[in-house]
């Protein structure tokens, strides 16, 4: 497998995933400030020209929440994925692309400024997202109750984002104690020095 990255970007919730399964994988560093992303060879890699995006053999998958759905289905020896037919299920698809569909749109009208109805928006509202949230971690350590998944390698690193890095959203109790948990694994820190180190 070879993953597409730069640093400071979405690609760190990929690198934490790897890092989760413990596969190799070549790293091939995107060089973004120089436009490397819009040139012919990444656009038939990732037609949105942006990062992260995993080729593995003939596949290649971009989208960070994909890459990371993919990553879990085909290393289920991870364990960070319920089995299809597995209650849990459900609830792990759900958070995979509340990501993509709630999250993003949430921070996206943040920062744009706009409001919308909230039954006009899909998501709601930037408040409804983050008060959803909060429920459920307050009433469970991970997404999906005990058992840390793949879910909550993305969703933490969206949380990392809002929280720590565009400041968009006050610390809350439940946000602090769920990121603590998560970015004390050993993978994350190992992600994490990965991407400070940029190779
Ligand atoms: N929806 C995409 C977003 C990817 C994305 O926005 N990547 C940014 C870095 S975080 C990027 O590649 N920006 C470079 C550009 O747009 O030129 C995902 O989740 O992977």
Redesign the pocket.
């Known amino acids: 497998m070879r993953l597409y990255w730069?640093p400071?970007?979405?690609?760190l919730r990929v690198l934490w995933m790897l890092e989760e399964i413990g596969a190799p994988c070549e790293r091939v560093r995107?060089d973004?400030k120089s436009?490397e992303?819009?040139k012919p060879a990444y656009h038939a890699i990732n037609p949105?020209?942006?990062?992260?995006?995993l080729q593995d053999g003939e596949s290649c998958v971009?989208?960070?929440?994909?890459?990371i759905a993919y990553l879990a289905e085909k290393f289920p020896q991870a364990g960070l994925a319920p089995a299809i037919g597995e209650a849990a299920r459900g609830r792990y698809l759900q958070w995979l692309f509340f990501?993509?569909s709630c999250i993003?749109a949430a921070i996206t009208q943040k920062f744009a400024n706009v409001q919308l109805p909230e039954g006009s928006a899909g998501w709601g509202s930037f408040d409804k997202v983050f008060n959803v949230l909060a429920e459920v971690l307050s009433a469970s350590p991970y997404l999906l109750g005990e058992k840390f998944s793949a879910a909550d390698v993305l969703i933490a690193s969206d949380l990392h984002f809002v929280i720590n890095v565009f400041k968009m959203l006050e610390p809350r109790p439940e946000f602090s104690a769920y990121l603590e948990r998560c970015r004390s694994r050993p993978a994350f820190l190992r992600a994490q020095k990965i991407d400070a180190d940029g190779i």
């Open positions: 730069a400071q970007t979405r690609s995107v973004l436009g992303q819009h949105m020209e942006k990062v992260p995006a971009a989208e960070s929440g994909a890459v990501s993509g993003e």
